[in-house]
T-cell receptor, first 114, second 115 residues
Framework: DVKVTQSSRYLVKRTGEKVFLECVQD?????MFWYRQDPGLGLRLIYF???????EKGDIPEGYSVSREKKERFSLILESASTNQTSMYLC?????????????FGPGTRLTVL | AQKITQTQPGMFVQEKEAVTLDCTYD???????LFWYKQPSSGEMIFLIY??????QNATEGRYSLNFQKARKSANLVISASQLGDSAMYFC????????????FGTGTSLTVIP
């Protein structure tokens, strides 16, 4: 079974802190994604990566950066956390080619910024 | 722009009854995929069902079926014989065959199954 893991289920940080959210997948997928989920807004794409060291901005990249040094690992970085980044963060991975491949999701990280 | 619309923020259904969750999409692509995911209160996203834009038959997976009407750009999820464990958020999503194979998600429908 595909497994996507995220480093923390719950995280509490202070305003201005640098925050790292880690995501690891074990199925050799080229594509990895970071979303944030807020009530009434669904899932919004922050960044995605289609290969090692390759990244593309999603719909809401402001305030975030990403790193993909190894194929299995995709990190989301909040350079200076703010209260409006309090949210649920979901990582996903997907096999390449063809619209039929579903995204596999991690369990999510609920981040609270105080 | 690609867009997914789910117009039902919340739905209630009696246990053992069928329920339809609505989803419409907007795309100019010829090749795309439509997905439904379930998100229980625990937070994990569970893949339910997939429909390809070229598939002529509606997809079915157990109690889940996807009512695909291409001309109307709708991809409604039908859950038959609802169970208490079906209470969850349901998200409709569309994939594109582009770099990264992006997904676009709707805002979700919260389904509550009443005993």
């Amino acid at each position: 079974d595909v497994k996507v893991t995220q480093s923390s289920r719950y995280l509490v940080k202070r305003t201005g802190e640098k925050v790292f959210l880690e995501c690891v997948q074990d199925m050799d997928h080229e594509n990895m994604f970071w979303y944030r989920q807020d009530p009434g807004l669904g899932l919004r794409l922050i960044y995605f990566s289609y290969d090692v060291k390759m990244k593309e901005k999603g719909d809401i990249p402001e305030g975030y950066s990403v790193s993909r040094e190894k194929k299995e690992r995709f990190s989301l970085i909040l350079e200076s956390a703010s209260t409006n980044q309090t949210s649920m963060y979901l990582c996903a991975s997907r096999a390449p080619a063809g619209p039929s491949n579903e995204q596999f999701f991690g369990p999510g990280t609920r981040l609270t910024v105080l | 722009a690609q867009k997914i619309t789910q117009t039902q923020p919340g739905m209630f259904v009696q246990e053992k009854e069928a329920v339809t969750l609505d989803c419409t999409y907007d795309t100019s692509d010829q090749s795309y995929g439509l997905f439904w995911y379930k998100q229980p209160s625990s937070g994990e996203m569970i893949f339910l069902i997939y429909q390809g834009s070229y598939d002529e038959q509606n997809a079915t997976e157990g109690r889940y079926s996807l009512n695909f009407q291409k001309a109307r750009k709708s991809a409604n999820l039908v859950i038959s014989a609802s169970q208490l464990g079906d209470s969850a958020m349901y998200f409709c999503a569309m994939s594109r065959s582009n770099t990264g194979n992006q997904f676009y998600f709707g805002t979700g429908t919260s389904l509550t199954v009443i005993p």
